[in-house]
């Protein structure tokens, strides 16, 4: 059964810095891309940033570029989202996806697994 699993949301005050934490199930191992969405309330789901787990390519949203990066730690199966300069405009429920498809990682509308998701909020 493929689990994702999220951690390290919380309060955060704009301007301030938090670290996603997504740990992936021995299951999921051999998917191709891993990717951070967020949703905030009355909003879509969007896609922030993707990653090639075999090429460690990297796709951003023009929202977030520059100030969030999407990286792994292959040996341990863990996924990060670090996210700098936080605004209110932030604030979502941020979740870990993956797909195994042939598509680009940037696809967002190919992800097909989901964690619980880890809320996160900026103040201001």
């Known amino acids: 059964q493929v689990q994702l699993v999220e951690s390290g949301g919380g309060s955060v005050q704009a301007g301030g810095s938090l670290r996603l934490s997504c740990a992936i199930s021995?299951?999921?191992?051999?998917?191709?891309?891993m990717a951070w969405f967020r949703q905030a309330p009355g909003e879509e789901r969007e896609g922030v940033a993707g990653?090639?787990?075999?090429?460690?390519?990297?796709y951003y949203a023009d929202s977030v570029k520059g100030r969030f990066t999407i990286f792994q730690d292959d040996a341990n199966n863990m996924v990060y989202l670090q996210m700098n300069s936080l605004s209110l405009e932030d604030t979502a429920m941020y979740y870990c996806?993956?797909?195994?498809?042939?598509?680009?990682?940037?696809?967002?509308?190919?992800?097909?697994?989901w964690g619980q998701g880890t809320q996160v909020t900026v103040s201001s």
């Open positions: 996806a993956s797909h195994t498809g042939y598509w680009s990682c940037s696809r967002w509308d190919k992800y097909d697994r």
């Open positions: 021995p299951d999921t191992y051999a998917r191709k891309c």
């Open positions: 990653l090639s787990r075999a090429l460690d390519s990297e």
